[in-house]
């Protein structure tokens, strides 16, 4: 019963765009989602399960939930032809924890447009001689890196391997390792994707050379006035605008 306030919150406060609303309603009031879900843990729960993804599949393409260019990608995973025959994140991501599987999982991710060819390259170079700290993988590197007392050694190690230049190697060491509020790593992106930080996020950007003087007027606007679909954030506006059909007006 309280559905109905919480919404108006969050479209308020610019918690939730209208699409994700209206998906929410048809969850809450539509007669919920696949196998009769009700809320977004309930979902999950069931979607989790290997044996309900093709329905919950056929749920999220006929509501929009999948951008029409990630669908060939999730239908080739459920049909068992992800990185080692894995069909659910869960698989995948267990395999291509294995050093011994990164070409392969990286060759998957190049191909399906999940990575650029320069990430390619980088984590083939890492997946085969090392990161730092021995680190071999996105999510190790993250995490050695993400620690303030190894912020030069990943800084020299990028460098060194031409992963980024001297330039972006002085702002970085400029800003300590910590981005607006304190945050770090992928806690940046989830602080600044929060309503009232916009300005915070756009001015440290600027102050350490991220982003440009026009760049920071757009994201200004984006973030005041909202951006293609309403959107707010670069998060919410990639999402929206990787939507074939919204391509013109983004």
Do not use: W
């Not at 765009?17 to 989602?33: K, L, M, S, T």
């Not at 440009?212 to 990639?238: F, M, N, Q, W, Y």
């Amino acid at each position: 019963e309280h559905q109905a306030a919480c919404f108006e919150f969050a479209r308020a406060n610019d918690l939730m765009d209208e699409e994700e609303i209206e998906i929410a309603r048809q969850v809450e009031y539509g007669g919920g989602g696949p196998g009769s879900c009700q809320s977004e843990d309930e979902c999950e729960a069931y979607c989790d399960d290997s044996a309900n993804t093709n329905e919950c599949f056929d749920f999220a393409v006929e509501h929009d939930l999948i951008p029409e260019e990630k669908q060939e990608l999730v239908r080739d995973v459920l049909a068992g032809n992800g990185p080692g025959g894995c069909k659910t994140r869960e698989e995948c991501s267990t395999y291509c924890e294995d050093p011994s599987h990164s070409e392969e999982c990286v060759e998957f991710a190049n191909r399906h447009g999940l990575i650029d060819d320069d990430e390619a390259e980088i984590a083939r170079f890492v997946a085969t001689e090392g990161g730092p700290g021995g680190c071999f993988n996105e999510e190790s590197c993250r995490a050695y890196c993400d620690e303030p007392e190894h912020l030069e050694e990943c800084i020299d190690f990028a460098v060194e391997h031409d992963f980024m230049s001297a330039e972006e190697a002085e702002r970085a060491l400029a800003a300590g390792g910590t981005g607006p509020g304190g945050c770090r790593g992928e806690e940046c992106e989830d602080f600044c994707e929060l309503p009232g930080h916009a300005l915070e996020c756009v001015e440290f950007a600027v102050e350490h050379g991220f982003i440009s003087e026009e760049e920071a007027k757009i994201a200004l606007t984006v973030a005041r006035d909202g951006g293609p679909g309403g959107c707010r954030g670069e998060r919410e506006c990639r999402a929206y605008c990787d939507e074939a059909d919204h391509g013109e007006e983004c």
